[in-house]
Structure formats: C-alpha cells, structure tokens
C-alpha cells in the first residue's frame, strides 16, 4: 500500500486563523480523498482532490472554508479558513493506488484543536 | 444513496475469546466493496480487511475474517482469539460500485475494548 505523511500531526489553533495541511504520498495516484473526523464521530468525505482539476465537494462543505491545492500527482493541501471550535476535529488524507488492491490507505491524522 | 450501520457502539470482551462486530449496509448498486479499519487511540486509520460483493468466499487475513452474508446485507467482522493489543474503535465502510467513486461511507464505528 502507499505510504502517507501528513503534516502537522497535531496543532493548536485560534479562532479566526487559518491551517493548511499537507499530505505527501510516496507514489503517483491519480486521486485523493479529505476526510473529517469530529470528536468521538465517524469519518465524513470532506472532498475528493484530483490532479489538473478542481476539488468536487461533497454535501455540506465548500470551497471557501476548505480550499484544497493538488499541484501533481504526489501532494495534495486542505486548508481549514477562519476556523471556529467546531472545525476542532482529525482530517485525513486518503489515497487508492492507481492499479491492482482496492484499498484506501489513510494517513496518520491532523489532529486541531480550535481554542 | 449508500449506507452503512454499526449497531454496537462499544463492546468488552474477554482477551482470547473471538468477538463479532456487527455491520450492515445498505446499497442498490450491483457491486460494492467493503471494509473494515481498525483506529486505535493514536488516531490512525488501519485497514484490516476487504471484501467485493461479487467474491464468493468470505475473506480472512490472519485473525480477522469477514462474514458475509449478501441477502442480509450484512458484512459482520470477527476477530479471533483477541488481545489486548485489539482495543480500538472499529469502523466498517463501504464503496460503490460506480466507476468514479472510490470514495468511501463509513459506519458510526464500535469500541471494543479486550479485557485482561
């Protein structure tokens, strides 16, 4: 399976700033996946990142308050803006190699903290 | 639309004994997949197993092996012979058929907890 670093593992942040997070795949893929965990809930899609194309969004999230870059087929970013307590949650990149297994590999986690 | 439900929100077993954790989906695409993930408190996500609607036999991959059922619906995890070190949240999730979405639905998730 890919291998995934994400950057910060972990981040305090104040209300009304902005963080961006950076996911790092050790091979090519063609897409990328966002997600979100709130405290003690499951996980949701934020977004699916493709190269040379505009994020798709799912229900209930947009692209002012979660902008994502993928620059190429390695590197993806998801920035959460003007961030409130409620954003206090886990974000997860997630890729599916191009060929062969069907799983989805996920990154360690970006752990934030809204204060 | 897809779906899935974990019914048990947490569970405590005995260390040695096997647990099932329950899972049901619910899809009206012809092919799915579907999977279970381990997160332990650290926060990662680990993949444990992974299991086509078309695949005729159950899958297994060491002690975890997956019961499914598709007239039920239900793709049931079960952990043999568990250890402490098997204490996490498990989440069961499930990917359509269609041939752009890869993304995946997850279920609430079940904390197991394994007891000395």
């Known amino acids: 399976s890919a291998v995934i670093s994400q950057k910060p593992s972990r981040d305090i942040c104040q209300r009304g700033t902005s963080l961006t997070i950076q996911c790092q795949v050790d091979s090519q893929v063609t897409m990328m996946f966002w997600y979100r965990q709130q405290p003690g809930q499951s996980l949701t899609l934020i977004a699916t990142?493709?190269?040379?194309?505009?994020?798709?969004?799912e229900s209930g999230f947009v692209i002012d308050k979660f902008p994502i870059s993928r620059p190429n087929l390695t590197f993806s970013t998801l920035t959460v803006s003007n961030m409130s307590p409620e954003d206090s949650s886990i974000y997860l990149c997630?890729?599916?190699?191009?060929?062969?297994?069907?799983?989805?590999?996920f990154g360690a986690g970006s752990r934030l903290t809204v204060l | 639309a897809q779906k899935i439900t974990q019914t048990q929100p947490g569970m405590f077993v005995q260390e040695k004994e096997a647990v099932t954790l329950d899972c049901t989906y619910d899809t009206s695409d012809p092919s799915y997949g579907l999977f279970w993930y381990k997160q332990p408190s650290s926060g990662e996500m680990i993949f444990l197993i992974y299991?086509?609607?078309?695949?005729?036999q159950n899958a297994t991959e060491g002690r975890y092996s997956l019961n499914f059922q598709k007239a039920r619906k239900s793709a049931n995890l079960v952990i043999s012979a568990s250890q402490l070190g098997d204490s996490a949240m498990y989440f069961c999730a499930m990917r359509g058929g269609n041939q752009g979405a890869q993304k995946l639905v997850f279920g609430q998730g079940t904390r197991l907890t394994i007891n000395p």
């Open positions: 997630s890729v599916k190699k191009n060929s062969g297994a069907n799983v989805l590999t």
């Open positions: 299991q086509g609607s078309y695949d005729q």
């Open positions: 990142a493709n190269q040379g194309s505009e994020a798709t969004y």
